[in-house]
């Protein structure tokens, strides 16, 4: 069982910028793929950043190119989310969701919300 922790969401004015964070439990951190996900009242949720475990092949929604980067730290166990230049359109819960150990996924489903793990989110505000 792996267990995913975020943080790092708040409130923030337009244009500004915040970086999030997803703690996850386990010695095979390295084996997962990864993924940021986020949720909007009345709004499916979608994927915005997906990074994959065997070559670290990245995956960004449209509307977050240029803006948000993904990247993992695996001696820290962590995931991060650098978004900038953020737009009030961006304000949703953010996920961090991660795949069981060394399971392989297409780079066309690195987006699709079939991850085997989740954490329990972080607000993201963005106030115009």
């Known amino acids: 069982q792996v267990q995913l922790v975020e943080s790092g969401g708040g409130l923030v004015q337009a244009g500004g910028s915040l970086r999030l964070s997803c703690a996850a439990s386990?010695?095979?951190?390295?084996?997962?793929?990864m993924g940021w996900f986020r949720q909007a009242p009345g709004k499916e949720r979608e994927c915005v950043a997906a990074i994959r475990w065997s070559d670290d092949r990245t995956y960004y929604a449209d509307s977050v190119k240029g803006r948000f980067t993904i990247s993992r730290d695996n001696a820290k166990n962590t995931m991060y989310l650098q978004m900038n230049s953020l737009k009030p359109e961006d304000t949703a819960t953010y996920y961090c969701?991660?795949?069981?150990?060394?399971?392989?996924?297409?780079?066309?489903?690195?987006?699709?919300?079939?991850?085997?793990?989740w954490g329990q989110g972080t607000q993201v505000t963005v106030s115009s």
């Open positions: 969701a991660a795949d069981r150990s060394s399971f392989y996924r297409n780079y066309d489903d690195l987006k699709a919300p079939t991850y085997n793990y």
């Open positions: 386990g010695r095979t951190f390295r084996t997962y793929s």
